[in-house]
């Protein structure tokens, strides 16, 4: 990223991503029309991926979140996509990353309950035939999420 202006529409396009194109131009400079052809601009180029609504897990009664180490048996590469395309499907789990290095996955899991994750993990996670091992990790606070 060249620009200063590009930088700056990111930053507060992170910031409130519903942000016309009218106040997004009066808090980075140039007019609106040239403002918005940068915003089209980073989005065809791929810089801006998307929008999307911060929502509270609470609202949804998924107070608990946990986030999770897991290592897997097989190092194969269909092994490790039968993995991702398993624990992606499940509604609980609302972040995966393959890691490099221990563990070989970071999931983050959103339940409502105690009780709700020991289903999750005994009923779905646990039993998945790549899983050697499972290190759960409880949060405490949230100090920063997303930015």
Known sequence: MRHAVDRDILF???QDGRLSSVDLAKRVGPTPPPCLRRVERLEESGVITGYRAAID???LGRQLEVLVDVEIYAQDRKSFEAFEATVAAHDEVVECRRMYGRPDYFLGVAVSDHAAYEAFVTE???GLPAVLR???HLTMKTVKMNG
């Open 124 to 126: 779905k996670l646990s």
């Open 57 to 59: 897990p609470a609202a």
């Open 12 to 14: 507060h396009l992170q």
């Open 134 to 136: 499972l290190e759960s």
